[in-house]
């Protein structure tokens, strides 16, 4: 079997939104669609404060409630793992953006520019009618991970099979690979250091990791 | 106020909380309506009316998806979805219900085929009620929704609003069974009950502060003008001579609207999402982990 799952290093992430940018840049995801941010959570009171960045997005969960709640079948777990939507079959009724606990679904029913009246060359060329009032969402870059059956290649090791966000961290804080090979870059660094996954407690299984410390 | 704090989600609004208006006050009536036929009240009115409620719900419906005309898509998944087993139901309640307001209507009286039409409408009611309680408990990412003490309220907000809809249609279409009034002000005690458990459960368990400062808010309104207002307006209903049916009327008229007020705030207003939590921060250097934090959340 294939996992593929996420981890974020949360002690080395700084912030800088390479990742969001470099998500809109693959995906062509319109104005105020983020299908990856980094988020900027301050924690704790004077003088004891912390500030921690923390990438979120789609967490492609095991037990997704928002491909049970789906009417049409749209939303399907792949045998990978990947969380993903047929946009064809979607019907928009947004219940399966009411039943995401992470606020990764998002329906656009206009279309907006980034610059209000004229399309830029590349919102010309990119805009997709087929994403209009339907959910979309983060998926792994599939098309990536698609393309490595085709190749050998290895996603999360070979860039060109890694989803954009991998790619252009220049942190080295995010890393994607198979949980299920148990030498998989991602196998070892849960291995090797404690995680966390967010809500948790609501029973979704997520496949996205955040490092918070290194074993003891 | 932090981006990482609940914010009230926009996917569904009043279109939505008009499905779960018009469906649950249509099946409270359905089910209410058959068990007054058996007393000899005349169904075909509000067996009409619950029809055309629930009908009224599925357009909104309609008119929120973002692909209309995909509309049968709705149909694909059973195995799991409670809004295609809503779907499912509606496809046959509507026809059985319409088939027994003819049935039994004036121009084709077929009291066999009434009746059969009748119980099999009321049972398909109570099971288009029960889905959507589930839908709403289904909503993972809703905390005021996926809570399981909102699905009684959602049962029996349905059929307290039934109720009221009995009593207005016996008003204008004669008689209705003595029990009506009672049985009203039972739901009403019943509504009162649910909802103050769920207030309290909620609270409880933990839900943003927001979403419970809005349904706390809207208490005062949904208890005085919702439950008070009709109990003591059915109490002076029995003693008011000719009165009375007018004063029925409008025990009826207020029960349905603090109904519809309850489920409009808990799916239009209390909808805030889950937003981002921290269990706790990273550990930086020879340093150690800090506390994490739930930001919005009342605990």
Redesign the interface.
């Given at each position: 079997m294939t996992r593929y799952v996420m981890v974020a290093d949360l002690r080395r992430c700084v912030g800088c939104q390479t990742c969001a940018a470099a998500c809109k840049h693959a995906n062509a995801t319109p104005p105020g669609v983020q299908w990856r941010q980094v988020l900027d959570m301050e924690t704790g009171t004077y003088p004891q404060v912390q500030r921690t960045f923390v990438p979120v997005g789609c967490m492609h969960c095991a037990d997704p409630p928002c491909e049970s709640v789906c009417p049409s079948t749209a939303t399907k777990i792949r045998p990978d793992g990947i969380v993903s939507i047929d946009y064809d079959l979607c019907i928009g009724c947004g219940y399966c953006a009411v039943a995401c606990p992470y606020q990764a679904r998002h329906i656009v029913h206009k279309r907006d520019l980034a610059y209000d009246k004229q399309a830029m060359a590349n919102e010309e060329q990119r805009f997709d009618e087929g994403r209009m009032s339907v959910a979309m969402k983060c998926n792994f870059c599939q098309d990536r991970i698609d393309h490595a059956a085709e190749t050998g290649q290895i996603p999360g090791v070979d860039p060109e099979v890694t989803p954009a966000c991998v790619n252009s961290c220049i942190a080295d804080a995010l890393h994607f690979g198979d949980k299920d090979d148990p030498d998989s870059n991602v196998n070892n660094l849960l291995a090797e250091n404690q995680t966390f996954r967010m809500h948790e407690e609501l029973g979704t299984d997520p496949g996205f990791y955040y490092i918070w410390d290194k074993n003891e | 106020m932090?981006?990482?704090e609940p914010w009230l989600?926009t996917?569904?609004d009043w279109r939505?909380a008009g499905n779960f208006i018009g469906g649950g006050s249509g099946t409270g009536l359905a089910i209410l309506a058959a068990l007054a036929s058996i007393q000899g009240t005349v169904y075909w009115p509000m067996g009409l009316i619950g029809a055309v409620l629930v009908g009224i719900g599925l357009f909104c419906?309609w008119l929120?998806?973002?692909?209309?005309w995909?509309?049968l898509?709705?149909?694909?998944?059973p195995q799991?979805?409670?809004?295609?087993r809503e779907?499912f139901v509606s496809a046959l309640l509507l026809p059985v219900t319409l088939l027994a307001v003819v049935a039994a209507g004036p121009f084709l009286a077929m009291p066999t085929l009434a009746m059969g039409a009748i119980w099999a409408a009321a049972v398909l009611a109570a099971i288009y009620l029960f889905c959507q309680a589930r839908?709403l408990h289904?909503?993972?990412?809703?905390p005021a929704?996926r809570h399981p003490s909102l699905m009684p309220v959602i049962i029996v907000t349905g059929l307290a609003e039934g109720a009221g809809f009995l009593l207005i249609s016996a008003a204008f279409f004669g008689g209705g069974p003595a029990w009506m009034q009672v049985l009203l002000v039972v739901l009403l005690l019943g509504r009162w009950l649910a909802w103050r458990k769920y207030l309290a459960d909620l609270t409880q368990t933990g839900a943003p502060n927001k979403a419970l400062a809005v349904l706390h808010e809207a208490t005062p309104l949904i208890n005085i003008g919702g439950h008070i207002v009709p109990t003591v307006l059915v109490v002076l209903s029995l003693f008011t001579g000719d009165f009375g049916p007018w004063l029925a009327v409008l025990a009826g008229l207020t029960a349905i609207a603090g109904g519809w007020q309850l489920k409009f705030v808990v799916i239009a207003r209390a909808?805030f999402?889950?937003?981002?939590?921290?269990?706790?921060?990273?550990?930086?250097g020879t340093g150690q982990?800090?506390?994490?934090?739930k930001?919005g959340w009342n605990n």
């Open positions: - | 932090s981006r990482n989600q996917n569904w939505a419906v929120e998806i973002g692909r209309p995909r509309a898509h709705v149909f694909f998944h799991t979805s409670w809004m295609t779907a839908i289904a909503s993972k990412g809703i929704w909808a999402n889950q937003g981002f939590a921290l269990p706790l921060t990273p550990v930086r982990a800090g506390p994490g934090d930001p």
